[in-house]
């Protein structure tokens, strides 16, 4: 079986003529293609030096198809995209031609006219992918029309959480972003930490007000003394335009804040490990971050908000604590609880006995369903 996957995933070409695109994705991709003939994945080519998040494809099988890149917040940028739709209906159309199934993953600009696209003209099985959060309540106008068009399908759409009223065709879906060998050596670093003061804490996204780095960084800073005494470091990875702006507040804060710019997966991975909290009070259009379950899973306590399926993953008291509202008092309220009484016990319990959550997000388990939901 020959699979088209459309997407919005940046790619580069190295300057050895390599493709790599976002890493997350290409890793699903990497993981998905022994299970068919061919993968192509038509997705967007950008030019100038790939970021560090990006990864080659290691699966032979898989052929990049490139789209000009297209889409963006501003009105020019949308009018753009728009005028660029010819070309990309014509090299998904011709794609298609090859392909047996075909996923297409959204919210994206181009997903306004290539979900009536292949609603419309497209007979061929496949299915849709709807990454952001399905229950958002004011989602911007392409995102709700998507997802407005999206439980109108006839096709099967995969989401982000369980929700009521959810259409029949609208499955419950995770992310996949951890290998069996991830898994194992999660558990095994997980029953080793002790979260012993002084604590250490970490976040790993995008450098930007909205997914709550700026009030981070001020909850560390309004600390009492006593409270700061107890803070080992405070690890940011990831980058973003307003860094500078949160670097020079890090140096107001009276504890050790550390920026690492983007980071591969592996060094990701060993800041999880040498980290006790994971920290993301985000007030952005969240599905259900995977680095959630990929802290979690090396025994990373989240302390994170309540936005679209995360707490259904994440369960207050059980898995970590959860920010039923987003501020500065919210997140100080969990953090002197933390520094002054410890984690509570039943979290790391849970979290270092309790693999089920974090299994959910392997890479095996979502081949598996994807495999079975083709065969229906």
Not at 302 to 322: L, R
Request: a positive charge; hydrophobic letters at 40%.
């Amino acid at each position: 079986m020959k699979l088209c996957i459309i997407s919005h995933t940046e790619h580069y070409q190295t300057a050895s003529g390599e493709w790599v695109g976002w890493g997350p994705t290409v890793s699903e991709l990497n993981h998905l293609a022994a299970h068919f003939e061919t993968i192509f994945h038509i997705a967007m080519l950008h030019l100038g030096t790939p970021p560090p998040s990006a990864l080659p494809y290691t699966a032979s099988n898989i052929q990049f198809v490139a789209l000009p890149p297209s889409g963006g917040r501003t009105i020019a940028a949308k009018i753009q995209s728009i005028w660029k739709a010819p070309k990309v209906i014509k090299i998904v159309s011709q794609t298609l031609k090859k392909a047996d199934v075909f996923q297409l993953r959204t919210p994206t600009g181009i997903g306004v006219y290539l979900i009536p696209y292949l609603t419309l003209f497209v007979k061929k099985p496949g299915w849709y992918k709807y990454a952001g959060n399905w229950n958002q309540a004011n989602p911007p106008l392409g995102y709700r029309l998507q997802r407005w068009m999206l439980k109108k399908q006839s096709r099967k759409v995969t989401i982000n959480g369980h929700w009521p009223n959810q259409p029949v065709h609208c499955l419950t879906f995770e992310n996949p972003c951890l290998t069996e060998a991830d898994l194992e050596a999660g558990l095994a670093w997980s029953k080793k930490k002790t979260y012993k003061s002084p604590l250490t804490f970490c976040y790993v996204g995008r450098l930007e007000l909205e997914k709550g780095v700026g009030r981070i960084i001020q909850a560390f800073t309004e600390l009492s003394p006593e409270a700061k005494a107890k803070v080992k470091t405070v690890h940011l990875v990831g980058d973003g335009p307003e860094r500078p702006h949160f670097e020079a507040e890090a140096q107001k804060a009276g504890v050790e804040i550390r920026f690492h710019g983007y980071l591969p997966r592996e060094q990701v991975f060993e800041v999880f490990k040498i980290s006790d909290i994971f920290l993301m009070p985000t007030t952005a259009s969240e599905g259900f971050p995977k680095v959630i379950a990929e802290a979690m899973n090396f025994g990373c306590i989240p302390v994170v908000s309540n936005v679209s399926a995360i707490a259904q993953y994440v369960i207050n008291g059980k898995q970590g604590y959860i920010l039923d509202t987003v501020s500065l008092d919210t997140i100080q309220e969990v953090l002197y609880a933390i520094l002054k009484d410890g984690i509570d016990g039943n979290i790391i319990k849970n979290l270092k006995g309790n693999r089920d959550i974090v299994n959910r997000f392997s890479f095996k388990h979502y081949n598996n369903r994807i495999l079975k939901l083709l065969e229906k």
